[in-house]
């Protein structure tokens, strides 16, 4: 009674910041499952793990599957256990280390890894954990890593070499490397809107649930045997027309975009003003000419023509905010709408004046006043709230997109009611792809008609020929071999 206040009781701890709350008698059971699973497989501590050794693990792992087009990422993950980073990053650069019946440079080293490190990565990082949090691990090494851009090329590498609908890309080494960057583009789009360069583990938990469902959709769902149905990352369609739209633009086939080249994308659609700031916002001073590369071309289009995704409103928030002060003024507004208007009056139609613009945007977003506010300024909040970010980039950047909306497209309108299920940037890259398919079929008519007309040519010249070597008609001439 005289002892003081009694110590409150201890309360279990019911939240793992890391991912994993599974009890100890859980974690324990599963890393007897793996033995066993090990043992099934014909694997013991000693044995050598490979890329597909790997592969052959993960969908059977105790606790929960995870896609095999994980297993290099894993891989190079054990190299960094057990090797170091230098060490990791050396052997993993080659690319054809780590795959059976290969063999590369680094091989002697990579072959070292045994099943005993399989075991020591489980169970210091995926032992425990389930859904989602097993792939962010495996993709990271850990429950706090993070990604620069390279490190996804593990997990390209991977889609190149195991889907059915990639195997052309085998003996295409530049497509491949140009498919595979794009890729990798495209999720940073998705998990690194802000372009930092670094997608750390709090990130994917955050941000990465649509990577998660296409790598489970590219083994096991509909797109397992034609890879453009995985339309978020993946789809071959999609890089090809992203990437001719780069090689249309780079007219002096230097592999880097400048503000000329830029300017003239989509037929000059964009202003003149929106797109030096655009270069500005993008253009890398790591190139030589300090223009776009095609990774921040890949980010640009994405924006452009998927605007109504997170990473294109903040991007376009940025663009239009000149002063960067986190509001969208009136006097900005103006300063973009005002090329455009000139522009429209240029092309023969009748521009709307800036007042009726601003009525017409502040009604369609409805931004929310705050003291600090100048009446009729927009956040990024207000913009993403409303969904209207398309039509107020497209009003005051993209002449094109500006007229488009001022008459009704019943098509448009139509396709987008008939396919809830794409995006803006579906939708386009769907159009592009059945015009180059078009362009394609039409030049090579045009070489079937060339070659018509050669072998017309020719065959003129032999009988030609023929007549002034041997006196014979043209009756006999026309027997020639043709």
Same mark, same amino acid.
């Given at each position: 009674?005289?002892?003081?206040?009694?110590?409150?009781?201890?309360?279990?701890?019911?939240?793992?910041?890391?991912?994993?709350?599974?009890?100890?008698?859980?974690?324990?059971?599963?890393?007897?499952?793996?033995?066993?699973?090990?043992?099934?497989?014909?694997?013991?501590?000693?044995?050598?793990?490979?890329?597909?050794?790997?592969?052959?693990?993960?969908?059977?792992?105790?606790?929960?599957?995870?896609?095999?087009?994980?297993?290099?990422?894993?891989?190079?993950?054990?190299?960094?256990?057990?090797?170091?980073?230098?060490? +990791?990053?050396?052997?993993?650069?080659? $690319?054809?280390?780590?795959?059976?019946?290969?063999?590369?440079?680094?091989?002697?080293? +990579?072959?070292?890894?045994?099943?005993?490190?399989?075991?020591?990565?489980?169970?210091?990082?995926?032992?425990?954990? #389930?859904?989602?949090?097993?792939?962010?691990?495996?993709?990271?090494?850990?429950?706090?890593g993070a990604l620069s851009p390279v490190d996804f090329l593990p997990?390209?590498?991977?889609?190149?070499?195991?889907?059915?609908?990639?195997?052309?890309? +085998?003996?295409?080494?530049?497509?491949?490397?140009?498919?595979? /960057?794009?890729?990798?583009?495209?999720?940073?789009?998705?998990?690194?809107?802000?372009?930092?360069? $670094?997608?750390?583990?709090?990130?994917?938990?955050?941000?990465?649930?649509?990577?998660?469902?296409?790598?489970?959709?590219?083994?096991?769902?509909?797109?397992?045997?034609?890879?453009?149905?995985?339309?978020?990352?993946?789809?071959?369609?999609?890089?090809?027309?992203?990437?001719?739209?780069?090689?249309?633009? @780079?007219?002096?086939?230097?592999?880097?975009?400048?503000?000329?080249?830029?300017?003239?994308?989509d037929n000059y659609s964009l202003s003149t003003r929106a797109v030096?700031?655009?270069?500005?916002?993008? %253009?890398?001073? %790591?190139?030589?000419?300090?223009?776009?590369? =095609?990774?921040? =071309?890949?980010?640009?289009?994405?924006?452009?023509?998927?605007?109504?995704?997170?990473?294109?409103?903040?991007?376009?928030?940025?663009?239009?905010?000149? @002063?960067?002060?986190?509001?969208?003024?009136?006097?900005?507004?103006?300063? =973009?709408?005002?090329?455009?208007? #000139?522009?429209?009056?240029?092309?023969?139609?009748?521009? =709307?004046?800036?007042?009726?613009?601003?009525?017409?945007?502040?009604?369609?977003?409805?931004?929310?006043?705050?003291?600090?506010?100048?009446?009729?300024?927009?956040?990024?909040?207000?913009?993403?709230?409303?969904?209207?970010?398309?039509?107020?980039?497209?009003?005051?950047?993209?002449?094109?997109?500006?007229?488009?909306?001022?008459?009704? @497209?019943? /098509?448009?309108?139509?396709?987008?009611?008939?396919?809830?299920?794409? #995006?803006?940037?579906?939708?386009?890259?769907? +159009?592009?792809?059945?015009?180059?398919?078009?362009?394609?079929?039409?030049?090579?008519?045009?070489?079937?008609?060339?070659? @018509?007309?050669?072998?017309?040519?020719?065959?003129?010249?032999?009988?030609?020929? $023929?007549?002034?070597?041997?006196?014979?008609?043209?009756?006999?001439?026309?027997?020639?071999?043709?």
């Amino acid at each position: 009674a005289g002892g003081g206040a009694a110590p409150p009781p201890a309360v279990p701890r019911f939240f793992q910041p890391a991912g994993s709350n599974a009890s100890q008698s859980v974690v324990q059971q599963q890393l007897i499952d793996l033995q066993m699973l090990l043992g099934t497989c014909g694997l013991h501590g000693g044995s050598p793990v490979d890329v597909p050794t790997i592969a052959t693990l993960l969908p059977r792992l105790p606790g929960g599957a995870v896609p095999t087009l994980l297993a290099r990422s894993v891989w190079l993950h054990l190299l960094r256990s057990e090797f170091g980073p230098e060490v +990791a990053q050396q052997i993993g650069s080659d $690319l054809s280390v780590g795959v059976a019946g290969k063999q590369g440079p680094s091989d002697g080293l +990579a072959a070292q890894l045994d099943a005993g490190a399989f075991c020591r990565f489980f169970a210091a990082h995926i032992a425990g954990t #389930s859904g989602d949090e097993r792939l962010v691990r495996c993709l990271c090494g850990s429950a706090v890593g993070a990604l620069s851009p390279v490190d996804f090329l593990p997990l390209t590498t991977e889609v190149v070499r195991r889907h059915p609908s990639l195997n052309f890309l +085998a003996k295409e080494d530049v497509y491949r490397s140009h498919y595979e /960057h794009t890729v990798t583009q495209r999720i940073l789009f998705v998990l690194d809107p802000l372009r930092t360069a $670094l997608v750390t583990a709090a990130q994917l938990r955050r941000a990465g649930r649509p990577l998660w469902l296409a790598l489970r959709s590219l083994e096991s769902g509909e797109a397992v045997e034609d890879i453009n149905l995985e339309r978020r990352f993946f789809s071959y369609e999609q890089f090809y027309v992203i990437f001719c739209k780069f090689v249309e633009l @780079d007219h002096d086939q230097d592999f880097e975009l400048s503000l000329e080249e830029l300017q003239s994308y989509d037929n000059y659609s964009l202003s003149t003003r929106a797109v030096t700031r655009i270069f500005l916002e993008l %253009a890398s001073q %790591a190139l030589p000419c300090g223009g776009l590369g =095609f990774a921040e =071309f890949v980010f640009f289009l994405l924006c452009e023509e998927d605007k109504a995704s997170p990473t294109a409103a903040s991007f376009w928030f940025r663009i239009l905010d000149m @002063d960067a002060d986190g509001k969208l003024s009136a006097h900005e507004m103006q300063f =973009f709408y005002e090329e455009q208007a #000139s522009r429209v009056a240029a092309l023969g139609h009748e521009a =709307f004046g800036f007042a009726d613009i601003l009525c017409q945007l502040t009604d369609a977003i409805n931004p929310r006043s705050q003291p600090s506010a100048p009446r009729g300024s927009i956040t990024l909040a207000d913009l993403k709230r409303s969904r209207m970010v398309p039509l107020l980039v497209n009003t005051l950047t993209n002449v094109t997109k500006l007229l488009r909306s001022e008459v009704s @497209d019943m /098509h448009a309108l139509r396709e987008a009611q008939a396919t809830p299920y794409l #995006s803006d940037f579906d939708r386009w890259a769907r +159009a592009e792809y059945a015009k180059c398919a078009e362009e394609d079929e039409d030049e090579d008519e045009d070489d079937d008609i060339e070659d @018509d007309d050669e072998y017309e040519l020719a065959k003129a010249s032999f009988m030609s020929m $023929l007549v002034e070597q041997t006196g014979c008609g043209v009756s006999r001439a026309q027997e020639a071999p043709f």
